[in-house]
């Protein structure tokens, strides 16, 4: 399980989140100002871990 919760990694830190090669089985990432270019890394993360089991994107960043 790996925690981040509300620590503005945004963007560029998913990106480097996912050169980690982990078998992630829970992942929280709610509250990081994510947008759709991070969305976007996550769905290819998901398409190589099939451990994940609940992922938390909680309340994302919009750009207004």
């Known amino acids: 399980m790996i925690i981040l ?3 503005s990694i945004g963007d560029n830190g998913i990106k480097e ?3 980690i090669d982990m ?3 829970h992942l929280d990432l709610g ?3 994510i947008t759709t270019e991070g969305a976007k ?5 998901l398409k190589s ?3 994940l089991l609940s992922l938390n994107l909680g ?6």
Do not use: E, F, Q
Request: no cysteine; aromatic share 4%.
């Open 5 to 7: 919760g509300a620590n």
């Open 17 to 19: 989140l996912i050169r």
């Open 23 to 25: 078998n992630l089985t």
């Open 31 to 33: 509250h990081n100002r």
């Open 41 to 45: 890394v996550i769905a290819n993360l």
């Open 49 to 51: 871990n099939t451990s």
């Open 59 to 64: 309340i994302s960043y919009r750009k207004v």
